[in-house]
């Protein structure tokens, strides 16, 4: 997928798992450790990616009014969540909860959730508290998206991937934050964003709504990779079924800047096993990803993640890419 990279770590406050800019930049801004609540109404909703912007008209300590820029996530994540943009329109009544800029009151925050008038908690980069109820899918094919909580644990665990002293000074010049860039798995797999999966005998389809930037995997149902491979950004997968279970290795990965993780490399020789299975009661589908990278992992690396079926999603129509605008506006928060 298409977004901006960071080396930030996953943050978790009380019972309220909060994706942190592991996914796009840098947040050192915002003081993670405190949540503090603005209330206002809505000036403006700036629908883009790799991030949507809530703008709030509040009063300042002395009274006067002014106006907070909020970051959010990307649309599709917002999709995902049930944010729709017509709930946010101007002149809207508003209590959010944020993140405050450590340059102290009016600079850009970080937006956990915002409550309208109604009750609706419109969720931005804190977890969804929405009830939702899914249903049943009957294969491995269909549409599918992780919650939040399940992206929060597979980046605690891409935090503990076993990488080398190169691995680790690679990582140190955080090459990734600020660019837009399309990730490989395991970064790309796991975004809680829809993914869809189309099955026939000799192949399945993977496509990805990944923040306006959509890609594409082909996994040929064959026992044997192709001779003399190109190295691609998603590497060539085959796929066979193990009973329901269908197990997908992947070569022939070009080396990455963000291969292992944000900011964090990999090299030509990485080598992926996937597993993706129903869970007992069919309304999730199991992902399970194991690595080998032997220029920058000290021994196999692993995760695991649940994917909702959401065959109430549809891939976004209304969503442009990582633009120029959007892709910049955070660096305002220095």
């Not at 937006?111 to 899918?137: C, K, M, S, W």
Request: proline share 5%; charged share 25%; net charge neutral.
């Amino acid at each position: 997928m298409k977004r901006l990279t960071s080396t930030a770590s996953l943050i978790a406050t009380g019972a309220l798992l909060s994706v942190s800019a592991y996914a796009h930049h840098s947040m050192s801004m915002f003081d993670m450790n405190k949540i503090e609540v603005i209330e206002g109404k809505v000036a403006k909703l700036e629908w883009t990616n790799p991030h949507m912007y809530l703008s709030i008209e509040t009063k300042g300590p002395d009274g006067k009014l002014l106006v907070i820029d909020g970051e959010g996530l990307g649309i599709t994540q917002a999709l995902v969540d049930g944010l729709k943009r017509e709930d946010l329109k101007p002149g809207t009544p508003v209590v959010a909860r944020i993140n405050p800029n450590r340059g102290g009151f009016g600079k850009q925050v970080r937006i956990l959730d915002v409550t309208t008038q109604d009750g609706e908690i419109h969720p931005f980069y804190a977890a969804n508290t929405r009830t939702r109820t899914l249903t049943p899918a009957t294969s491995v094919a269909g549409h599918w998206a992780p919650n939040r909580a399940s992206l929060g644990a597979a980046f605690g665990a891409m935090a503990q991937f076993p990488i080398n002293d190169a691995a680790k000074a690679e990582k140190a010049k955080d090459l990734g934050n600020g660019l837009c860039y399309v990730e490989p798995a395991p970064f790309g797999a796991v975004l809680d964003e829809l993914r869809t999966i189309d099955v026939s005998k000799n192949q399945v389809v993977m496509k990805f709504d990944n923040t306006g930037d959509k890609f594409e995997r082909v996994i040929r149902m064959t026992d044997k990779h192709a001779a003399n491979l190109k190295p691609t950004r998603h590497g060539d997968s085959i796929g066979r079924w193990d009973g329901d279970t269908l197990v997908v290795d992947t070569v022939a990965f070009e080396p990455s800047i963000s291969g292992l993780g944000a900011s964090v490399p990999s090299g030509p020789a990485k080598h992926t096993v996937e597993k993706f299975t129903l869970t007992p009661d069919k309304i999730r589908l199991r992902y399970e990803i194991t690595i080998e990278d032997p220029m920058y992992l000290t021994a196999t690396a692993s995760l695991s993640e649940q994917w909702d079926h959401r065959p109430d999603l549809e891939l976004a129509q209304d969503t442009a890419g990582c633009t120029e605008g959007a892709r910049e506006k955070y660096k305002q928060a220095f």
